[in-house]
């Protein structure tokens, strides 16, 4: 996917949105507590699996950090923009 593709994609998405490197998008949320983090994690990767696309994701007290891009392509892809796109709407 070229750059311009990309940005313009991008532009669908909350402004929390990272695209870095024209690779991969990230995103990082702040909660309470890691109960209240792990419970979001949860839900995202409920999104995963009925997508079948997977996000990284990393998990800490409070915050929860999410890395998308295509695996198989090593690089992004329509799907990922989707992908974070329903992860918006949580």
């Known amino acids: 996917m070229s750059e311009v593709e990309a940005v313009k994609l991008s532009e669908h998405l909350q402004e929390s949105w990272h695209?870095?490197?024209?690779?991969?998008?990230?995103?990082?949320?702040e909660f309470p507590d890691f109960a209240s983090a792990?419970?979001?994690?949860?839900?995202?990767?409920?999104?995963?699996?009925?997508?079948?696309?997977h996000a990284d994701f990393e998990l800490g007290?409070?915050?929860?950090?999410?890395?998308?891009?295509?695996?198989?392509?090593?690089?992004?892809?329509?799907?990922?923009f989707v992908l974070a796109a329903k992860f918006d709407r949580v």
Not at 19 to 29: C, I, Y
Not at 47 to 53: A, G, M, R, S, V
Request: net charge negative; glycine share 8%; charged share 20%.
């Open 38 to 53: 792990m419970g979001f994690t949860n839900s995202l990767g409920a999104i995963c699996e009925q997508q079948n696309h």
């Open 19 to 29: 695209l870095v490197d024209n690779h991969h998008l990230t995103r990082s949320w």
């Open 61 to 80: 007290w409070g915050r929860v950090r999410a890395v998308i891009y295509t695996h198989k392509i090593d690089g992004l892809s329509e799907s990922d």
